[in-house]
């Protein structure tokens, strides 16, 4: 594989850096009224719903370029963040039901913001197993639930301002009490760090496999040619 490079090795030590600093920041931050510690959460909660967002948006685009352009390089960066997508959604249903049990005082409701996401996670699921157990169309098969996947994450973000919901509406962060700024604004830079090194160490293994691959081939022809 080849070098990461000085900038990955950077953000790599501003990442473990943060991990430091932000859960100081988090304890410290205003405690919510209402809700008490546990909407804590929330400084992990949200940044993780953003990334997988993000995540199954640069997997609809990657996708794109597979079926669009036969780009193997936009299938490595759609299977990485396809991954990545599955990887924040587990974060984000694991810990908005804690949230939830605290804050309404049932692991789970069927409101349009839960069952939104985890359709959206399912979907993503669906794409890696339809990359894994799809034969040989499984590619292209996997590459066009990714695009129905990111048609479905605005309907996600805006569906608790379109139907009645339990779940906070999309004001909450503008409206956050500007004391929590700096703990949310922090924790949600720092997760985006770490999505930004998880996708490009993915990306590396790939296109690593992808060399790895040509390399047997090349050799196998070598072979039979003897």
């Known amino acids: 594989m080849r070098s990461l490079g000085t900038g990955f090795w950077i953000a790599l030590l ?32 949200v940044p993780c719903a953003s990334m997988l967002f993000l995540s199954t948006f640069v997997c609809a685009a990657g996708s794109i370029a597979y079926l669009f352009k036969g780009s193997e390089r936009g299938d490595r960066l759609a299977l990485a963040a396809g991954e990545l997508s599955v990887l924040f959604g587990i974060c984000v249903l694991t810990s908005g039901p ?9 692991w789970w409701q069927w409101d349009a913001r839960l069952t939104s ?18 034969g040989p169309a ?7 639930l990714a695009l ?5 994450v605005p309907l ?22 500007h004391r929590m700024m700096p703990a949310f604004w922090s924790s949600f830079a720092l997760i985006t760090l770490v999505w930004a090194l998880l ?19 090349d050799a196998d022809e070598l072979m039979e040619a003897k």
């Open 148 to 152: 129905f996947a990111a048609i479905n």
């Open 138 to 144: 499984g590619r292209k098969l996997s590459a066009a």
């Open 156 to 177: 996600v973000y805006k569906s608790v301002d379109i139907w009645r919901t339990v779940h906070p509406r999309t004001t909450v962060v503008p409206q956050l009490d």
């Open 117 to 134: 996401s985890l359709l959206l996670f399912l979907m993503m699921v669906g794409y890696l197993l339809a990359r894994r157990y799809g």
């Open 199 to 217: 996708l490009t160490v993915r990306v590396r293994l790939e296109r690593a496999r992808a060399e790895l691959a040509t390399l047997r081939m």
């Open 14 to 45: 501003l990442a473990a850096a943060g991990f430091l600093v932000v859960p100081t920041l988090i304890i410290d931050a205003p405690v919510e009224p209402v809700m008490g510690f546990v909407q804590k959460i929330f400084y992990f909660h």
């Open 98 to 106: 804690l949230w939830g049990r605290k804050a309404w005082g049932v």
